[in-house]
């Protein structure tokens, strides 16, 4: 029966949002706990199904009989019976219902893990900081493949849930430091870009919150490592961008080590999957955001900045050349 | 003073607006509560309509949040609470073979507070935008929303839960003190057990939100800081607080339904209730759970392990009372004698539907999975197959089975019977596509999703069920509406009754029993009449009835704190002061002004009695 059930529920949905279709151990375990329960809950349903199915055949008032049925008081083996089987289920899902708690827990395995994360969400965007390494990227989060990973959460403004389906289930970033949330994932042995969502409402945009985590070979993670270091602002052919971004979008978005951090961080947006988290990621969407932020993501804080239509080409050119290359 | 013999009948509107009458202002409760879930249906409709294709722009991300957090807040506070209060007044009295509730007044008070609350919070679509930080007021969110839609949610609750805290109150005091001789603790019918339990939780779970809407109130108009983590506050403080009252909050909702669904279940077999003190134990005990288990709304808050266990395995418990009231019922029609009235088939509609719901609750208290489930649509399909297919249904069961007894007219089956089916249809082809969306990922309360997610097809089904109820619903409209005419009276005793409400003529006397009746065991109608006895045997010769006067105060007393609460949103400290004035001058009036009530004359009773109008 459970093979069955597992079956019947692949297939259900996107792969790469699927909680359904799980990568790596958490979001396996999760989905485990989640088939056991079903089970149980199907066989459940089943007893009811045929107590209420032969009740409603077997016993509606045939045409002309006016007897009255006998008023039973009750049946103490009955009571008995329907008390003790649902206690004996709900022990058998107890159980492994602790026991997955703890182990999903951050706390149980905050030594085991070989790699540290801070995750920030900001309405609307997800910010990832890889401490140890000292880089800040945005909108995508880079993970080695077999990898377990200890992530640390925390809010720059609200309540945002930070969520991968395909990985693990969601924890809430709380704003304030004594509200820090933790938890751990695990990549899986695939590569492959997973799509992730902010589960909290949020505010207007809270739908458009979307964000990727982009499972890669272990050299490639650490090449993108070496080459998010070494990237700059600087760029020989795109003058002129370069210096409208300097001027209107520094403040608030770094790239490189240079620039704010009100934004996003666009260091190698040029290979990003998306633009904003939502957008498919070309030049006219790029135009476009930029002309006006507010129309596509309504009430984000990237404020409609009235730019000449070619620093805007200029721009978006600059940007969508930025990519991270092997030096 | 003393207004003893100021007995004088008001007319028409008058009449509604200073009745203290339970039957009256149970009916009062239901065309209020029925306005209200009109319109948080046609907020429900117009969330399916944006979402029925992926990237719809029928409504804007702003005004979804609105519509989101209007349909929640109406639903639960302003259509399913009144419908239950106003099954509470219509039935509760006569199933204990009381003249009136314990203290009409407040019963009438409680009922303007709920509604100047619900005009208030509605009021908001008039005056710059409803609330938009969802019905559970999360804070940051809520405290730092723009505009005032937030003040009036703040307020609109506040004054609704102060009717709401003193008519639970009020049905304790009534059902504790004013049972008819012989009518036991355990002789009550389940109905007024279970709305005694409502009434428990509501004395316990209001306070807290109470408490919680003050402080919101304090952030957002005095800047206090006790969400505000940047000065110290703590935003899980709210978290807490809210769910503390929000979950027993669920319970207070679905119990009566419990007690009308036993009422009908009972009444349809023709038998009585299976396990009855089993039943009441559950009822207890579901009540008393319900207290201990509000975590689970919060285990992706990062409370930790330990407490996420606690509260699941709490939480789990639950389940085992709410599985014995099921087999319960399944075991009241076995070996019954079915009836598919059109209450009958509400009452047989929900039993599987709730059961649905109640597996879906088990599945969500597994912290490790609920990290999945949890704001994703799956926790959509699972508290609208309990709310809508657990209260709703139970409230559409009891709306059939009493409508005679609060109208003197019924409603008609036919129509009845469209109104179940489409309902009934549309409400799982809305809802249990739901379930998978959220195991597919999609997270609630999103004004719109992309396309290329495999979302699209389930979305459409859910809109398309969603339509059906609508339909369902216009039905009952109709059917309402056809119902005044005279065609549509009762016959004596309609449904073969079990409870004392079935014991009186049609329409019910002004007060109630000619003479109280006495009560010789569970479904005492039914022994007397399977003794062959027509009529309940009194329990008291006939004599005067002492009656309460009507009264205008609880209206004025609630508009002045209407009045008040536009001074605290819009900040005139002028307007505020005129309102509470009111208000307090309200009180001091009911405190001087001693009123004795009126008696209704005995020779009057005993010509009611010779004509069979009592
Ligand atoms: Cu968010």
Redesign the pocket.
């Known amino acids: 029966m459970f093979a069955m059930l597992a079956l019947l529920l692949m297939g259900c949905g996107d792969p790469t949002l699927s909680t359904l279709l799980p990568q790596g151990e958490v979001a396996k375990s999760q989905y485990s706990l989640m088939v056991l329960s079903l089970a149980i809950m199907i066989f459940v349903l089943l007893v009811v199904f045929i107590i209420y199915a032969i009740v409603l055949v077997r016993f509606r008032q045939k045409k002309g009989d006016d007897s009255i049925p006998e008023q039973v008081e009750g049946s103490h083996t009955l009571e008995i019976l329907w008390t003790a089987i649902p206690i004996v289920l709900l022990i058998i899902l107890a159980v492994p219902t602790v026991i997955h708690t703890f182990n999903v827990s951050a706390k149980e395995k905050a030594g085991k893990n070989e790699l540290s994360i801070k995750v920030t969400?900001h309405?609307?965007w997800w910010q990832f900081e890889y401490p140890k390494d000292e880089i800040a990227t945005a909108q995508e989060l880079v993970l080695p493949v077999n990898t377990k990973v200890h992530v640390e959460l925390t809010s720059a403004d609200l309540i945002?849930s930070f969520w991968v389906p395909s990985l693990a289930g969601k924890t809430d970033t709380n704003p304030g430091d004594h509200n820090k949330n933790y938890m751990w994932l695990d990549t899986g042995s695939k590569t492959g870009v997973y799509k992730g969502k902010?589960a909290?409402l949020?505010g207007a945009s809270?739908a458009l919150?979307d964000f990727k985590v982009k499972v890669v070979s272990k050299e490639d993670y650490e090449a993108w490592k070496t080459n998010f270091k070494s990237a700059t602002a600087k760029s020989a052919d795109q003058a002129q961008g370069q210096e409208v971004f300097k001027k209107n979008c520094l403040s608030c978005h770094a790239i490189g080590k240079e620039g704010g951090s009100t934004g996003p961080n666009l260091t190698g947006f040029g290979d990003k999957e998306k633009i904003a988290g939502i957008l498919d990621h070309n030049k006219d969407n790029l135009k476009k955001w930029i002309r006006d932020p507010q129309k596509i993501k309504p009430g984000n804080n990237m404020p409609k900045l009235n730019l000449q239509d070619d620093d805007i080409e200029a721009v978006a050119d600059y940007l969508l050349k930025m990519k991270l290359e092997n030096k | 003073m003393s207004t003893l013999a100021s007995h004088s009948k008001k007319s028409g509107l008058m009449d509604w607006l200073t009745t203290v009458d339970h039957k009256k202002i149970g009916i009062l409760y239901l065309v209020a509560g029925g306005l209200f879930f009109i319109i948080g249906g046609i907020e429900a409709m117009f969330m399916r309509i944006q979402l029925f294709k992926p990237e719809n722009d029928f409504v804007s991300a702003d005004m979804f949040n609105q519509l989101l957090t209007m349909h929640g807040t109406t639903m639960i506070f302003f259509a399913a609470m009144p419908l239950i209060f106003a099954f509470m007044n219509a039935v509760v009295p006569l199933q204990i073979g009381a003249r009136d509730v314990a203290f009409p007044f407040v019963n009438a008070l409680g009922f303007w507070l709920f509604f100047f609350g619900g005009v208030m919070l509605n009021a908001s679509w008039l005056l710059g935008g409803a609330p938009d930080a969802g019905w559970t007021g999360y804070a940051p969110l809520s405290t730092t929303s723009l505009g005032s839609g937030v003040d009036f949610y703040v307020l609109g609750l506040q004054i609704s839960g102060a009717g709401t805290l003193i008519g639970g109150i009020n049905f304790l005091v009534t059902i504790i003190n004013m049972r008819a001789p012989g009518m036991s603790f355990m002789r009550m019918p389940l109905f007024t057990w279970t709305s005694f339990v409502t009434s428990g939780l509501i004395l316990f779970a209001f306070p807290p939100l109470t408490i919680g809407l003050f402080m919101l109130m304090f952030e957002r108009v005095f800047d206090a800081n006790f969400f505000n983590p940047d000065n110290g506050g703590n935003i899980l403080i709210w978290e807490h607080i809210f769910w503390i009252f929000g979950h027993p909050e669920v319970y207070i909702l679905i119990l009566p339904s419990f007690g009308a669904i036993s009422e009908v279940v009972s009444t349809f077999s023709k038998k009585r209730l299976f396990g009855y003190s089993a039943m009441v134990f559950a009822t207890v005990l579901i009540g008393f759970l319900g207290f201990m288990v509000w975590v689970h709304h919060m285990f992706t808050a990062g409370l930790g392990p330990i407490a996420n266990s606690i509260f699941a395995v709490a939480t789990m418990a639950i389940a085992v009372p709410t599985g014995v009231k099921i087999f319960n019922w399944l075991f009241t029609m076995w070996g019954g004698k079915i009836v598919f009235s059109t209450a009958m088939l509400w009452a047989v509609g929900f039993i599987p539907t709730f059961v649905m719901g109640g597996v879906t609750g088990v599945m969500l208290a597994i912290p490790s999975a609920d990290y999945q489930f949890h704001d994703s649509y799956f926790v959509v399909a699972h508290f609208h197959y309990v709310i809508v297919g657990g209260v709703v249904l139970g409230l559409f069961a009891g709306l059939y089975y009493w409508y005679p007894r609060m109208f003197n007219r019924v409603l008609n089956e036919t129509l009845g019977k469209i109104h179940f089916w489409t309902f009934f249809i549309g409400f799982h082809l809305t809802f249990f596509p739901q379930h998978f969306l959220g195991l597919m990922g999609m997270p609630r309360r999103v004004f719109t999703y992309l396309s290329g997610q495999d979302l699209d097809d389930l979305n459409l089904i859910s809109t398309v069920g969603a339509l059906l109820m609508a339909v369902g619903t216009i039905v009952l409209f109709i059917n309402v509406i056809i119902s005044t005419s005279k065609k549509y009276a009762p016959s004596e005793d309609p449904w073969n009754g079990r409870t004392l409400e079935w014991a009186i003529p049609f329409p019910t006397p002004e007060y109630n029993f000619a003479q109280t009746p006495l009560v010789r065991g569970l479904d005492p109608f039914w022994l007397e009449k399977m003794a062959g006895n027509k009529k309940m045997t009194p329990a008291e010769p006939v004599g005067d009835i002492h009656m309460p006067n009507g009264s205008i105060l609880p209206l004025f007393m609630s508009i002045g704190l209407f009045v008040a609460a536009f001074g605290a949103i819009y900040k005139s400290i002028l307007v505020g002061v005129i309102g509470l004035a009111i208000t307090f001058l309200c009180m001091f009036l009911r405190s001087v002004i001693d009123d004795h009530g009126y008696h209704i004359h005995k020779k009057e009773v005993e010509e009611d009695m010779k004509e069979g109008r009592s």
Request: aromatic share 12%; proline share 0%.
């Open positions: 969400g309405q609307y945002h902010c909290e949020c809270h919150m």
